[in-house]
């Protein structure tokens, strides 16, 4: 009888864990809807990428070195999205992953609708430019002591990518390598 009473109670605290789940789970989609208006098509594109965070918080500024040593500011390009790549020239799913950014970072330029751009922690162009044999449109800065990719972003493992918005807020971050190249992910980009 004991054996029953326990099965019964460890039974009915499973169905409140469920229920707990189950309620947790409404909240996130209603927290969902409320920060990013599900709905549009812009964020159910968004949540078809599968993100590992949705957020909306401002993107940390910072100023980093091109490859000519020219000073780039990320508040510089308010009032365009960007997609923001840290990576590592040591990275094997980097380099796969840089031919699809590439045609974004073409997209955005071509259309003048949002930048791509990428921070190397390596310290120079010479330590990277193997990586683009033909050259890139993409923004390549350098971060070698990584003040910003670890200090500022946290980023641990590479590549991470987030994607910020018009005003400046993050919305979305990306653990690992993606395929770009979608045209779907391009407009996607454009309505940030």
Known sequence: MEHATTDRARLDAGKELGGSLGVLAALAAVAAVILFGFGTGRDERLAALAP??????????????????????????????????????????????????????????????????????????????????DGTEMVVLFDPERDVVQGQYGTEMYPETFLIDSSGSIRARFDGERDWSDPDVRDLVESL
């Open 52 to 133: 590992q965070l949705v957020t909306d918080r401002p993107a940390p500024d910072f100023e980093l070195p091109d490859r000519e040593g020219h000073m780039h500011r990320l508040a510089d390009l308010r009032g365009r999205p960007v997609v923001l790549n840290f990576w590592s020239i040591d990275c094997p799913p980097c380099l796969r992953e840089l031919p699809s950014l590439e045609g974004l970072a073409r997209a955005g330029r071509e259309r003048g609708t949002f930048s791509v751009v990428t921070v190397s922690v390596e310290g120079s162009w010479s330590d990277v430019e193997r990586a683009f044999p």
